[in-house]
Nanobody
């Protein structure tokens, strides 16, 4: 099993910055894609950013130029640097990873963190 622990959420004023972290632990053989999703009240969960094992990144149009996703493979950790935050960025942010617990691709599964609240308000 793989366990994800998120940190870094909180309350910030518009224009401010936050950095989210998500550390994976457990019986990890390898981690493929790592990403961040968010869900605002009354809305569906949406993809914010994703980074592959090779370091390629992709972002939602709404966060391009403001958010940066990165990963530390030695620490099995993914980060989301959020700058120029807007009230519409307010949501619960979830970490998501695709990981294997053995060399068999049949063990590849998607894991979710517990979520961390980000509130952007003056």
């Amino acid at each position: 099993q793989v366990h994800l622990v998120e940190s870094g959420g909180g309350l910030v004023q518009p224009g401010g910055s936050l950095r989210l972290s998500c550390a994976a632990s457990g019986s990890i053989f390898s981690i493929n894609a790592m990403g961040w999703y968010r869900q605002a009240p009354g809305k569906q969960r949406e993809l914010v950013a994703v980074i592959t094992s090779g370091g390629s990144t992709s972002y939602a149009d709404s966060v391009k130029g403001r958010f940066t996703i990165s990963r530390d493979n030695a620490k099995n950790t993914v980060y989301l640097q959020m700058n120029s935050l807007k009230p519409e960025d307010t949501a619960v942010y979830y970490c998501n990873v695709i990981a294997r617990v053995s060399s068999s691709w049949a063990t590849a599964q998607t894991y979710w963190g517990q979520g961390t609240q980000v509130t952007v308000s003056s």
